[in-house]
């Protein structure tokens, strides 16, 4: 081919979008392995590395800017969760979606891991199906938690005492009050679906609403709102 061209490697046929770019991080090689020709067997995914511990993913993430790092929490070193806000909070990664997998679905776990800016959350006995989905998702902007883990974190904020106000979600935010109702759903685990058919509106004004919020709070993504809605009280300590 002319140099203009030029093929390029893990690059899908002409008009088709980019594959999702994944980097797989977790401390053992036979799932690391395992997980990396499950992805690389999607059509629309492909694998860009793996790395054993939490500082060889950030360096490995800095070096080719994947779409998703799939995460896992306990490894030596520097663990799944510091690696996460490293990556989050840097300039060259912050645009990187971090799904955590794991075998642990402890709730401090869930909540640091939202809390250093993970997009999901899932555990290592995710089908692989539901997995390439939650990468897809997850890659797309949206944040994905299993529903298990969701319920129980829920409940577990809910038992939090005294919300923090945070500065730039108190009443100067410049929230309307749908979008305080929108966010409130959100905090309680609702979908875009079940929000539409909550407030009987329609599915282009909930994803307007929830543009918004992502806006004005700067929130990375859904699972971001969710702690803003219980930290700032508006989802906690009452029934429903």
């Known amino acids: 081919m002319s140099e203009a061209g030029e093929a390029v490697p893990g690059a899908v046929a002409s008009g088709s979008p980019a594959p999702i770019r994944v980097l797989v991080a977790d401390d053992q090689a036979l799932l690391r392995g395992a997980l990396h020709l499950l992805i690389d067997a999607a059509p629309d995914l492909t694998a860009v590395g793996e790395a054993a ?21 306990r490894m030596p070193g520097v ?11 840097a300039p060259d990664t912050c645009d990187t979606r971090v799904l955590i997998l794991t075998t642990f679905d402890l709730d401090d776990y869930v909540y640091a891991a939202l809390r250093a800016g993970a997009s999901g959350f899932l555990l290592k006995e995710t089908p692989p199906a539901e997995l390439l989905t939650a990468i897809r998702i997850v890659a797309g902007g949206d944040a994905l938690i299993a529903p298990s883990i969701t319920r129980r974190l829920i ?22 009050d749908r979008e305080r109702e929108v966010l409130t759903l959100i905090g309680r685990g609702l979908s875009n679906p079940e929000i539409t058919e909550h407030l009987h509106v329609s599915a282009s004004t909930v994803k307007t609403h929830v543009g918004r919020l992502l806006m004005k709070l700067a929130a990375r993504d859904r699972a971001q709102l969710v702690i803003v809605a219980y930290e700032t009280g508006l989802v906690g300590n009452r029934a429903g």
């Open 53 to 73: 511990d939490g500082a060889h993913a950030v360096e490995l993430a800095r070096a080719t800017r994947p779409d998703v790092v799939l995460m896992d929490i």
């Open 155 to 176: 409940a577990e904020f809910a038992a939090r005492p005294e919300p923090r106000q945070r500065p730039n979600t108190g009443p100067d935010a410049g929230l309307t």
């Open 79 to 89: 663990d799944g969760l510091e690696a996460t806000r490293r990556l989050t909070a």
